[in-house]
């Protein structure tokens, strides 16, 4: 019988390695594409939803994993394979309830630093401010023309969470850098 | 560009929705008579003033809504809350 | 006196000329130096050039006469950039500029031959001449070309980098003049997040060229606008305003790209241009040396240079008086000053086609002098006002139009709102920005309320912010527009006031029909300079006041803008499937449908069909749409979308579906497969991915909210592999262990979930197009190169090769199945395709039902029928005609045609209509080249093995 896979093969192909680094950026660009995406689908009579616990257009932090109310009765939840298996194994899925694992369908980068939100501002016609989509805010937006889902995820500097259909991956990411250049983007 | 009160969202971009049509209700397909089955599909009434019609927020929420919108000042009014029903046409 | 009269002059207290710092320039040839600072105009007129272009109908030599951003005679070629403003464009190391619309030269323009035959050039000329006999066009077209205005346009200029941004400032402030930057900073200093953009290079406005007093004005409000934390975007221009205050900005003076165009969302859009001087219309209004007093101002006081040796200053105005006090300070001799507000006159200049020499006044007498200085009145840039809505109303008292309508989100200040002293100004512009501020505060408090991921805000929304700014006065201003003489009005297109006259005449007394039928107001100054003078002439001619007369509409752009500019960063997403790596290196040829890179065939499509019909083929059919459908009232959507009956499909099973539309039209079909109890996998065709998932959501939200379905799409979750060919059960048993494939556990139209070459929850099903025995195979697109390749090398003894797109559809042609959207179009209602045993009138509803109904009650649908020529080795293009007999009535076309490797022929589909539909049928089918020839209509639409034994075997 043939081989089983030895890795998750990313959509984002090209090879960075050479890319020069820009020692005085202040945004980086990372592919996460391989993290665990789990989507739940759950009305608000659900007692999933009740668990789940975060409406649409905010995340939460569960543990290691990130719940993120991604449209009304949707959530999409991040982490390792093991964590969001076990998040999902703690759900009561009593009910009309769907879990779709998205981690395949689904490109995932972060883009964080200083200068993430100008990056984004040159793609994305949404409203960056710290009023209108502030650390924990989660909204969907045609980002250079592919719709994302996108989470601002801070952690010591603002930082944004982008998941695209996987095909647009490399198109996306490299939408993403070319934005970022006047920044100093660099490859995480 | 003009911005939508998308009912889920709040307000956004026209070209994140999708414009679906005036909000008519569905005849029933095994009744309706061929002139009211044609007039739900290509008769829009079009009027100056306010007008119900249906949007999908194609770029957000994933969710269709009737708005009423006033095609001279296009001010919008009774963003509904979601769920709302609305024609069936695309 | 000669063009050396011109040059630069000592040093000004007010100038932004670098004299440390001087830049080489190339111009017409020849090597010129200037400072940095500099703008073409100044540094050509510092270099004692007089005559910068020449007119675009006439030919006549023409100065600078307004030596900023809107002079209609500074268009010039820099380098490879066309149409470029000299009186804005500042200069730069080794530029090399060349002047436009001349021939030969510049000084010696042969076309000048068109100002003697002046009179034939009327308005409406080229209409009128040219129309008949219309077979000459080309030939008329081709000499007018040569005389066409505008810069040459370089094919090869390599590309350049254009920029985008978004922004969603409270507070946008157009103009940073006295009250504009006023606004900007007590906006700001109240809180308001503002950006403030200025046309020019240099924050200030007007104050730029006046006093020192002035200028110490302009300083102290730029630090002000610095401190308060303004963005300020310089030489940057708001070109309108849209729909909910959406506005577009082109930004010049951005350090990484050539321009870069800004969309912002203002809450309050602040509207301070200032003022536009007004020419003054006489005869020789366009001789070189004719300048209106802003002009001379900011050549004298901010590039210090010398405009004229002589001059004639006629004024109505304080601009005016100062212009005559500035030459008269830089030792110019003012031969005469000139005061409208007296009841004088200028009536016409003349002299030689290099300069004015002489200056008629209205006393009958003549000065001599080379530069005519007039200061006439303003013209109220209003057109971002008009784009929000605002129809300008005209005064007498002050001799301009004024706004009329106030906007809630958009407020005017400075000149267009009124005038007033440099204090009165600011305070004005202070007053406008706090107003602006309070109302963007209530705007972002209902933006934040309403919008779902934003911090929640406190308190219930604050109230609208009244307008309680004082109002601006009306200084009195004679109305001066046209002398006792005629002369030109749009300098930029050459119409001359007697031109407007002679239109009101032939009936065009409209201001929006003369506008369109002379071009006056719609060249590159887009009726900045020459609206008020059409308007006013209009009213002479008509005998009524300007203001029964009215304006034309000031629409967007404010100011042209290049297609690079409106272009921006050029989005072109691109998907690919987890497999292009391989199709790369492997010499696919690419085929571009929809957003999706795909392989098309990989060297030759015809070995690939008979590789596959003989062995075993692969191809990548990743962007077949997939939707995962959950829940117990899957059944019924299905129902509901599909023209069959889906209440029974047993798990397991596959089942192909027709789609329609309301009307009836054939919208999209696929195969539906159940994997569990509630649990079922859609695909859709490639193109339809999208569209079918919205449908599917309609009908869910709208029609049928009680339904418990859940729709997610997976179309890129999962690499598709279609393994087709005698030898695929082979190949696919070396790669599964834990799914039984053989033909009696695993038939036809069933679907298994199972591990392939190691990766877990694959979806295997016993479908295809290409006829053969196949196995559609779904692997988790994160391991989808890892199967392809696995297949690849399993399969190498029992002769796998890739199958590209071509060869899918040539095999699907042998098999006759129809692709939506090539053999149907938007009118092929489903009775057309041959499947009225899978429309199923006696569900109670479904999509299209009751037009299938009538549909098939009246038989007038076209037919989707297989068509093969009688002579085998012509294959007719596809959307060729299908004649009836020997006439030229058409009665059908082919829609899809191919030579078929497997049979040895060619074969179609095509549609024909109801008397031509019947097997046996011989049809006329016409070529491309014209030929007729005979074709059949077959029995079966499967050219090939039609009773499918190799499919299910």
């Given at each position: 019988m043939a081989n089983a896979p030895t890795t998750f093969e990313s959509p984002v192909v090209t090879d960075y390695s050479t890319r020069p680094t820009n020692a005085s950026s202040d945004v980086t660009l990372t592919d996460e594409s391989s993290t665990s995406k789990i989507l739940i689908r759950a009305g608000s009579e659900t007692a999933a939803a009740q668990q789940l616990g975060v409406p649409f257009g905010s995340a939460r932090q569960s543990g290691t994993v990130l719940v993120s109310g991604q449209r009304p009765s949707e959530w999409l939840i991040l982490g390792s394979a093991e964590e969001?298996?076990?998040?999902?194994?703690?759900?009561?899925?009593?009910?009309?309830?769907?879990?779709?694992?998205?981690?395949?369908?689904?490109?995932l980068f972060k883009l964080s630093g200083v200068g993430s939100k100008g990056t984004l501002e040159k793609i994305c016609g949404l409203d960056w401010d710290d009023a209108i989509t502030p650390d924990g805010a989660v909204v969907s937006a045609s980002v250079a023309k592919a719709n994302c889902d996108i989470v601002r995820f801070d952690a010591d500097e603002p930082g944004y969470l982008l998941a695209c259909d996987r095909s647009f991956g490399q198109y996306l990411f490299d939408a993403i850098l070319d934005a970022g250049d006047e920044f100093g983007i660099n490859v995480g | 560009m003009l911005l939508v009160p998308c009912p889920n969202c709040g307000p956004r971009n026209s070209s994140d929705l999708h414009y679906v049509g005036e909000a008519q209700a569905r005849p029933n397909p095994s009744e309706a008579t061929p002139t009211e089955w044609r007039e739900y599909l290509y008769m829009e009434d079009n009027p100056a003033g306010w007008l119900r019609e249906n949007w999908y927020c194609r770029s957000g929420c994933r969710q269709f809504f009737t708005l009423e919108r006033h095609t001279g000042s296009n001010e919008f009014r009774n963003p509904p809350m979601p769920g709302n029903k609305v024609g069936g046409k695309a | 006196m000669s063009a050396s009269e011109l040059g630069r002059l000592a040093a000004q207290s007010g100038e932004v000329i670098d004299r440390t710092s001087p830049i080489r320039f190339n111009w017409n040839g020849n090597s010129l130096t200037g400072f940095k600072g500099d703008t073409i105009a100044s540094a050509l007129m510092a270099n004692g050039e007089r005559i910068v272009s020449r007119s675009m109908k006439y030919h006549r030599p023409r100065g600078y006469m307004t030596a900023d951003f809107w002079d209609p005679n500074g268009f010039v070629q820099v380098g490879d950039d066309p149409n470029v403003r000299s009186g804005h464009r500042l200069i730069e190391d080794g530029m090399t500029i060349e002047p436009q619309n001349v021939w030969p030269s510049l000084d010696r323009d042969i076309k000048a031959a068109n100002g003697l035959v002046g009179r034939f050039l009327s308005a409406g000329f080229y209409y009128k001449t040219f129309i008949k006999p219309q077979k000459l066009w080309p030939a008329y077209e081709r000499v007018l070309s040569t005389f066409a205005p505008g810069g040459k346009v370089d094919l090869d200029t390599p590309h350049r980098y254009h920029d985008k941004r978004y922004t969603h400032p409270d507070v946008v402030v157009a103009g940073g003049g006295p009250a504009g930057m006023a606004a900007a900073a007590a906006a700001a200093e109240v809180g308001a997040n503002v950006l403030l953009v200025e046309h020019e290079h240099q924050l200030g406005g007007h104050l730029l060229w006046g006093s020192d007093a002035d200028r110490a004005v302009a300083a102290e409000l730029a630090n002000r606008v610095s401190a308060a934390g303004v963005e300020v975007l310089t030489n940057t221009t708001l070109t309108g305003r849209y729909e909910d205050n959406w506005v577009g900005i082109v930004q010049r003076s951005h350090p990484l790209a050539v321009e870069r165009l800004i969309k912002a969302r203002a809450k309050i859009l602040v509207v301070a241009p200032g003022l536009i001087e007004r020419p003054y219309v006489f005869a020789g209004n366009d001789k070189p040396g004719v300048m209106l007093s802003g002009a001379v101002r900011r050549l004298v006081n901010m590039y210090g240079v010398k405009p004229g040796a002589r001059a004639v200053v006629f004024t109505a105005n304080a601009e005016g008086d100062a212009a005559a006090a500035d030459l008269d300070r830089v030792g110019i001799d003012v031969a005469r000053v000139v005061d409208a507000r007296n009841g004088e006159n200028v009536v016409s200049a003349s002299g030689s086609s290099k300069s004015v020499k002489s200056v008629k006044l209205g006393d009958g007498s003549e000065v001599e002098a080379d530069l005519l200085v007039t200061a006439t009145g303003w013209t109220a840039p209003t057109s971002l006002l008009n784009m929000a809505g605002d129809r300008p109303v005209y005064d007498e008292g002050s001799a301009r139009f004024y706004p009329s309508v106030t906007v809630d989100n958009v407020l005017s200040t400075g000149g267009i709102s009124g005038d007033g002293s440099v204090d009165e100004l600011v305070a004005h512009g202070e007053a406008t920005g706090q107003l602006a501020a309070g109302r963007a505060s209530v705007v972002k408090h209902r933006v934040q309320a309403l919008t779902a991921r934003s911090v929640p805000v406190a308190g219930p929304e604050p109230e609208w912010t009244a307008d309680f700014r004082p109002e601006l006065g009306r200084d009195d201003h004679p109305e001066l527009f046209r002398s006792t003489t005629h002369g030109i009005v749009d300098f930029s297109e050459d119409v001359g006031s007697k031109d407007l006259v002679a239109a009101a005449k032939e009936g065009y007394d409209s201001v929006e029909l003369l506008k369109r039928y002379t071009t006056a107001t719609m060249g590159p100054a887009q009726g900045k300079l020459e609206t008020v003078n059409t308007v006013a002439v209009l009213a002479e001619a008509r005998g009524e006041t300007i203001e029964q007369v009215g304006t034309t509409v000031w629409r967007p752009p404010y100011v042209p803008i290049t297609l690079g500019g409106l272009a921006g960063r050029n989005f072109e997403p691109v998907r690919v499937s987890s497999i292009q790596p391989w199709h790369e290196a492997n010499g696919v040829t690419p085929i571009i449908a929809g957003a999706w890179i795909r392989p098309e065939h990989y060297g030759n499509p015809a070995d690939e069909v008979n590789n596959t019909r003989t062995n075993v083929g692969i191809t990548d059919v990743t962007p077949l749409g997939k939707l995962d459908l959950q829940g117990p009232d899957v059944p019924k959507l299905l129902s509901q979308l599909y023209t069959n009956k889906w209440m029974k499909l047993p798990i397991g099973s596959v089942r192909y579906g027709l789609m329609c539309a309301e009307d009836g039209v054939v919208l999209d079909d696929g195969v539906t497969g159940r994997l569990g109890e509630e649990h079922y996998l859609m695909t859709t065709t490639s193109s339809g991915a999208a569209s079918i998932w919205e449908w599917a959501e309609n009908w869910l939200q709208t029609e049928h909210p009680e339904w418990q379905v859940h729709v997610t799409p997976v179309t890129t979750g999962y690499t598709s592999i279609n393994v087709?060919?005698?030898?695929?059960?082979?190949?696919?048993?070396?790669?599964?262990?834990?799914?039984?494939?053989?033909?009696?556990?695993?038939?036809?139209?069933?679907?298994?979930?199972?591990?392939?070459?190691?990766?877990?929850?694959?979806i295997m099903w016993r479908i295809g197009f290409t006829g053969e025995l196949s196995f559609e195979l779904h692997v988790p697109s994160g391991y989808g190169l890892?199967?392809?390749?696995?297949?690849?090398?399993?399969?190498?003894?029992?002769?796998?090769?890739?199958?590209?797109?071509?060869?899918?559809?040539?095999?699907?042609?042998?098999?006759?199945?129809?692709?939506?959207?090539?053999?149907?179009d938007g009118l092929t209602q489903a009775p057309a395709v041959g499947m009225n045993a899978l429309i199923k009138l006696d569900k109670e509803d479904f999509a299209g039902k009751a037009e299938l109904a009538w549909a098939m009650e009246s038989d007038q649908v076209p037919h989707v029928v297989a068509i093969q020529t009688v002579d085998p080795t012509i294959v007719p293009g596809e959307a060729c005609q299908i004649l009836k007999g020997t006439t030229n009535e058409i009665v059908g076309r082919i829609t899809s045609s191919r030579m078929s490797p497997t049979l040895n022929r060619s074969v179609c589909l095509g549609q024909v209509d109801t008397a031509h539909a019947e097997a046996g049928t011989e049809l006329t089918v016409l070529l491309r080249n014209g030929q007729r020839i005979k074709a059949n209509v077959m029995s079966h639409h499967a050219h090939f093995d039609p009773e499918g034994e190799r499919l299910r075997g």
């Open positions: 969001t298996d076990a998040f999902v194994a703690a759900l009561d899925l009593t009910g009309h309830v769907s879990v779709v694992d998205h981690t395949h369908s689904r490109a | - | 087709a060919g005698p030898k695929s059960r082979e190949l696919v048993g070396r790669l599964v262990d834990d799914v039984d494939l053989s033909a009696e556990a695993f038939d036809y139209m069933r679907v298994r979930t199972g591990t392939v070459a190691g990766v877990e929850n694959c890892h199967v392809w390749e696995t297949l690849m090398a399993e399969g190498a003894d029992l002769g796998v090769k890739p199958f590209g797109l071509e060869a899918q559809r040539i095999m699907r042609l042998e098999k006759g199945h129809f692709i939506v959207g090539q053999d149907t």
